[in-house]
């Protein structure tokens, strides 16, 4: 299945899209909606899609400044565009910006069906084209949770999830989502587990005294720090000190 992004700011539009269109038939998927261009960019940002399905007239970004935007990128996208202006100028801007399709709302349904099955024809050889040695390169996706991760090492005792969205231009409640998909943890979880590793070290260092460790690592309360670390390392940090579990550091 060639995977698609339905973009519209209608939702009568997408629901009726996504629900009336036999896309499976022909070989294809819609695995994401989005609202306007914004949204869409984000989201072909951190996921892999085939296609671009979207409206023309959005508010924030419309479907000619996506577009632009996804060939800016050099990104193997096909894209087909919808809009209810038979407007030349689109359409050369459309053409410009290499849309495979350009489709005038509202749409015929044979239309649709033909220009997808044509589509589909002009994929299949793509994807059956065996490459040779491909190039191991880090990934956008990989870069932002490689940046997040190292936010958290290095400022452990204080790492918060406002920070880390600020530190990679996404809202909070994006990069929490975000970094549960692409790590399978919580945000949360990962600080916890720097911490306790953290703290784990410090506490084989003699120096260092209990309850100053725990502020070290971000706990303000010892309590609530000995507590946490029995609980990952199934012994309180006393001892720990004394009989301290190498693999769990």
Same mark, same amino acid.
């Given at each position: 299945?060639?995977?698609?992004?339905?973009?519209?700011?209608?939702?009568?539009? $997408?629901?009726? #899209?996504?629900?009336?269109?036999?896309?499976?038939?022909?070989?294809?998927?819609?695995?994401?909606?989005?609202?306007?261009?914004?949204?869409?960019?984000?989201?072909? *940002? %951190?996921?892999?899609?085939?296609?671009?399905?979207?409206?023309?007239?959005?508010?924030?970004?419309?479907?000619?400044?996506?577009?632009?935007? +996804? !060939?800016?990128?050099?990104?193997?996208?096909?894209?087909?565009?919808?809009?209810?202006? $038979?407007?030349?100028?689109?359409?050369? =801007? &459309?053409?410009?910006?290499?849309?495979?399709?350009?489709?005038?709302?509202?749409?015929?349904?044979?239309?649709?069906?033909? !220009?997808?099955?044509? #589509?589909?024809?002009?994929?299949?050889?793509?994807?059956?084209?065996?490459?040779?040695?491909?190039?191991?390169?880090?990934?956008?996706?990989?870069?932002?949770?490689? *940046?997040? =991760?190292?936010?958290? %090492?290095?400022?452990?005792?204080?790492?918060? #999830?406002?920070?880390?969205?600020?530190?990679?231009?996404?809202?909070?409640?994006?990069?929490?989502?975000?970094?549960? %998909? =692409? *790590?399978?943890?919580?945000?949360?979880?990962?600080?916890?587990?720097?911490?306790?590793?953290?703290? &784990?070290?410090?506490?084989?260092?003699?120096?260092?005294?209990?309850?100053? +460790?725990?502020?070290? !690592?971000?706990?303000? %309360?010892?309590?609530?720090?000995?507590?946490?670390?029995?609980?990952?390392?199934?012994?309180?940090?006393?001892?720990?000190? =004394?009989?301290?579990?190498?693999?769990?550091?």
């Amino acid at each position: 299945m060639y995977k698609v992004l339905l973009v519209d700011d209608e939702p009568e539009i $997408r629901y009726g #899209l996504i629900h009336y269109f036999p896309w499976n038939e022909i070989g294809f998927e819609v695995v994401s909606e989005c609202h306007n261009g914004k949204k869409a960019l984000e989201y072909i *940002t %951190n996921n892999e899609i085939d296609v671009l399905f979207s409206d023309i007239q959005m508010p924030v970004m419309n479907g000619l400044e996506l577009a632009e935007e +996804v !060939v800016k990128r050099e990104l193997p996208i096909k894209i087909i565009l919808l809009s209810g202006y $038979r407007d030349f100028e689109y359409a050369r =801007k &459309a053409i410009k910006y290499g849309v495979y399709d350009y489709i005038i709302k509202p749409s015929k349904f044979d239309e649709l069906y033909s !220009v997808l099955s044509n #589509l589909k024809k002009e994929l299949d050889p793509e994807r059956t084209r065996p490459t040779e040695n491909p190039p191991e390169q880090m990934t956008y996706s990989d870069n932002i949770i490689e *940046t997040i =991760k190292n936010y958290v %090492n290095e400022h452990y005792s204080s790492a918060t #999830l406002e920070d880390a969205a600020t530190l990679v231009h996404m809202s909070a409640n994006y990069v929490s989502t975000y970094f549960k %998909n =692409k *790590t399978g943890e919580n945000f949360s979880t990962y600080v916890h587990t720097v911490r306790m590793k953290k703290a &784990a070290a410090f506490i084989l260092d003699s120096q260092y005294k209990i309850y100053d +460790v725990s502020t070290m !690592v971000g706990y303000s %309360n010892p309590k609530n720090f000995t507590r946490m670390f029995i609980k990952f390392f199934g012994k309180s940090p006393r001892e720990y000190r =004394k009989e301290p579990n190498r693999d769990g550091l």
